[in-house]
């Protein structure tokens, strides 16, 4: 069974930093796109940052995060982080952990294979 639990999230005032972590179990994550998607209250749910599969081994973020928040990925733990620093009032959102079995990135397009239950992050300002 595949399985993304995420942890990491809570209340932090504007200009704070959170750490969120996400371990894959069932699969193995270096051969997946982990990455990030957010969604707050009353909007769609947006990307914010993916880093691929090991052998292309490439980040992106959108441009709203870019420069705050850095993805990284411990294979051995079979986990993903986001570290975000620099936070906004307009960061606070519900955090979902993806993983696309492809390994690529695939911009624009809907999100393929498995998500975390999401992690609630609040900046208060």
């Known amino acids: 069974q595949v399985r993304l639990l995420e942890s990491g999230g809570g209340v932090v005032q504007a200009g704070g930093s959170l750490t969120l972590s996400c371990e894959l179990s069932?699969?193995?994550?270096?051969?997946?796109?982990m990455g990030w998607f957010r969604q707050a209250s009353g909007k769609e749910r947006e990307f914010v940052a993916v880093?691929?599969?090991?052998?292309?081994?490439?980040?992106y973020y959108s441009e709203s995060v870019k420069g705050r928040f850095t993805i990284s990925r411990d294979n051995a733990k079979n986990t993903v982080f986001l570290q975000m620093n620099n936070l906004k009032s307009e960061d606070t959102a519900v955090y979902y952990c993806?993983?696309?079995?492809?390994?690529?990135?695939?911009?624009?397009?809907?999100?393929?294979?498995?998500w975390g239950q999401g992690t609630q992050d609040t900046v208060s300002s």
């Open positions: 993806h993983a696309d079995p492809r390994g690529g990135f695939y911009p624009g397009s809907t999100p393929r294979g498995y």
């Open positions: 069932g699969r193995s994550a270096s051969s997946h796109t």
């Open positions: 880093i691929t599969s090991v052998t292309k081994s490439n980040i």
